[in-house]
């Protein structure tokens, strides 16, 4: 099987096509040149066949009643400018009789009809010839009628010249289209130089360097090209350093659990029985909850941070997102008996966001207000100007200040959270208002502390 033809480069590619634009120009030159040359050609030996012609019907001179024909030296000089070329010539008086000629075996008549001078076309000796025919009229005492005079010559003369006037205008266009084609490969080199540039600059990296291609001194065309691949750099960084971030969350927090995991049952199976034992599964137990709190929270944290750079930007309503985490009843099994309520309104919170993610963080700031804050819990949406609120308010005080400043970043606990508690519920909800554009608000009001997801607000249908 044969080996598939490597591409062409760039540079031939856009060359070829010069080469190309080049060659249909140097075809439609020719073109040109070769009728102009043709229409020249005819116009010179065309009036050389008439001058002679003229000459000849000039010279002719009434004798005895009779027309007689004195061919001057000047129509054959005139006639001798095409020395390859055969000539004819012939003078007919009234009804066609023959005076003089060339040949009176060989005949040439002109069409019939028309007066004065008229070129015509036929073959002399089986050889494509020009002609004109010129009439010269006599009224006088001892002959009146008309006297014509036929002229003619083949073509060679006309041919050669035309290739003559044609090879000269192309030589300097041939030698100007050289010199286009080798500045036009100079200027396709020069222009394509910054992407050897680029293609060196790409090699020399570590795989793990996606920082951004510098575009200040490119040409616009390549700046195009260079900022797409920097977005993309940039999102392929964030997914990496997303993974990174799973890879050694993941390898951290799980250490401490899996160890105290075995280090319970270890003491469940050595207690023979009774109190110990029951408050070594206890504890067995919840650490396994707390295990797994952490496993679904450290895969919710992955997924949305992929999300957030994938899904697709769609209408959603925040009163829907509320609406549905009601509805999920999870808050049953966090806080059995919490007073929990829903505060929306009739108008639409639109905004442009991914609905799954949204439901993640309205989830994860539920989940830490019934585990931290104080009943009633309440979960609404909002539309202040130009923002859309998704927030959730319990009544107590809040976290204290130090804390606070804290609030958003990985594995942030204090030295009240419970057991349970991973400290990444909250950095969930900052890193989806990042990605859209929004921003977590912590506020403490007359109803108790607020915690909110921000985000600008769409137009509904939008």
Do not use: C
């Given at each position: 099987?044969?080996?598939?033809?490597?591409?062409?480069?760039?540079?031939?590619?856009?060359?070829?096509a010069?080469?190309?634009?080049?060659?249909?120009?140097?075809?439609?030159?020719?073109?040109?040149?070769?009728?102009?040359?043709?229409?020249?050609?005819r116009?010179?030996?065309?009036r050389?066949?008439l001058g002679?012609?003229?000459?000849?019907a000039?010279?002719?001179r009434i004798?005895?009643g009779?027309p007689?024909?004195?061919?001057?030296?000047?129509?054959?000089q005139?006639?001798?400018?095409?020395p390859?070329?055969r000539?004819?010539?012939?003078?007919?008086?009234?009804?066609?009789?023959?005076?003089t000629?060339?040949d009176?075996?060989?005949?040439?008549?002109?069409?019939e009809g028309?007066?004065?001078a008229?070129?015509?076309?036929?073959?002399?000796?089986?050889?494509p010839a020009?002609?004109?025919?010129?009439t010269?009229?006599f009224a006088?005492?001892?002959?009146s009628?008309?006297v014509?005079?036929?002229?003619g010559?083949?073509?060679?003369a006309?041919?050669?010249m035309t290739?003559?006037?044609?090879?000269?205008a192309?030589?300097?266009?041939?030698s100007?289209?050289?010199?286009?084609?080798?500045?036009?490969?100079?200027v396709?080199?020069?222009?394509?130089?910054?992407?050897?540039?680029?293609?060196?600059?790409?090699?020399r990296?570590?795989?793990?360097d996606?920082?951004?291609?510098?575009?200040?001194?490119?040409p616009q065309?390549?700046?195009v090209?260079l900022?797409?691949?920097?977005?993309?750099?940039g999102?392929?960084d964030?997914q990496?350093?997303?993974?990174?971030?799973?890879?050694?969350?993941?390898a951290?927090?799980?250490?401490t659990?899996?160890?105290a995991i075995?280090?319970?049952?270890?003491?469940?199976?050595?207690?023979p029985?009774?109190d110990?034992?029951r408050r070594a599964?206890?504890?067995?137990?919840a650490?396994?909850r707390s295990?797994?709190?952490?496993?679904?929270?450290?895969?919710?944290?992955a997924?949305v941070?992929?999300?957030?750079?994938?899904?697709?930007r769609l209408?959603?309503?925040?009163?829907?997102?509320a609406?549905?985490?009601m509805e999920?009843?999870?808050h049953?099994?966090?806080?059995?008996?919490t007073?929990?309520r829903?505060?929306?309104g009739?108008?639409?919170?639109?905004?442009?966001?991914?609905?799954?993610?949204?439901?993640?963080a309205?989830?994860n700031?539920l989940?830490?207000?019934?585990r931290?804050g104080?009943?009633p819990v309440?979960?609404?949406?909002e539309?202040?100007?130009?923002?859309?609120?998704?927030w959730?308010?319990?009544?107590?005080?809040?976290?204290?200040?130090?804390?606070?400043a804290q609030?958003?970043s990985r594995?942030?606990?204090?030295?009240g959270?419970?057991?349970?508690?991973?400290?990444?519920g909250?950095?969930?909800?900052?890193?989806v208002?990042?990605?859209?554009?929004?921003?977590?608000e912590?506020t403490q009001?007359?109803?108790?502390?607020?915690a909110?997801?921000?985000?600008?607000?769409a137009?509904e249908?939008?």
């Amino acid at each position: 099987m044969a080996e598939p033809r490597p591409p062409l480069t760039l540079a031939a590619r856009v060359l070829g096509a010069v080469l190309l634009i080049l060659l249909l120009g140097g075809v439609l030159v020719s073109g040109s040149a070769w009728l102009n040359g043709q229409q020249a050609a005819r116009q010179a030996y065309d009036r050389i066949l008439l001058g002679a012609a003229n000459d000849i019907a000039e010279s002719v001179r009434i004798q005895a009643g009779t027309p007689i024909a004195d061919l001057p030296v000047s129509a054959f000089q005139l006639l001798a400018q095409a020395p390859e070329d055969r000539i004819y010539y012939a003078v007919h008086g009234p009804g066609q009789v023959f005076i003089t000629g060339v040949d009176p075996q060989t005949e040439i008549h002109a069409p019939e009809g028309g007066g004065g001078a008229g070129y015509f076309e036929a073959q002399l000796n089986d050889e494509p010839a020009r002609f004109v025919r010129v009439t010269r009229r006599f009224a006088e005492r001892d002959f009146s009628g008309p006297v014509e005079v036929v002229v003619g010559q083949t073509l060679r003369a006309r041919r050669a010249m035309t290739a003559d006037l044609m090879l000269d205008a192309l030589w300097p266009m041939a030698s100007a289209g050289l010199v286009l084609l080798v500045m036009a490969w100079m200027v396709i080199r020069t222009a394509l130089r910054p992407l050897d540039a680029i293609t060196a600059d790409l090699a020399r990296r570590d795989p793990y360097d996606l920082t951004p291609i510098a575009t200040g001194r490119l040409p616009q065309e390549l700046q195009v090209v260079l900022g797409a691949m920097n977005r993309f750099m940039g999102r392929l960084d964030g997914q990496v350093e997303a993974m990174r971030n799973l890879i050694s969350d993941t390898a951290h927090q799980l250490r401490t659990p899996v160890a105290a995991i075995r280090v319970q049952a270890e003491t469940a199976i050595a207690e023979p029985g009774g109190d110990a034992s029951r408050r070594a599964l206890d504890r067995l137990l919840a650490r396994t909850r707390s295990l797994g709190t952490l496993l679904d929270q450290l895969l919710s944290r992955a997924l949305v941070v992929h999300r957030t750079d994938s899904a697709p930007r769609l209408p959603v309503d925040l009163r829907e997102v509320a609406l549905e985490i009601m509805e999920r009843d999870d808050h049953a099994l966090l806080a059995p008996g919490t007073d929990l309520r829903l505060e929306i309104g009739e108008d639409p919170v639109m905004v442009r966001a991914d609905a799954f993610s949204l439901g993640e963080a309205a989830g994860n700031l539920l989940g830490n207000a019934l585990r931290h804050g104080t009943p009633p819990v309440a979960i609404g949406a909002e539309r202040r100007g130009g923002d859309a609120i998704l927030w959730v308010r319990d009544a107590g005080p809040g976290p204290v200040p130090t804390v606070m400043a804290q609030l958003g970043s990985r594995f942030n606990r204090s030295a009240g959270t419970q057991e349970n508690s991973t400290g990444i519920g909250l950095s969930i909800v900052a890193s989806v208002a990042a990605a859209f554009g929004g921003r977590v608000e912590m506020t403490q009001e007359e109803e108790g502390f607020r915690a909110a997801l921000v985000l600008p607000a769409a137009q509904e249908g939008a």
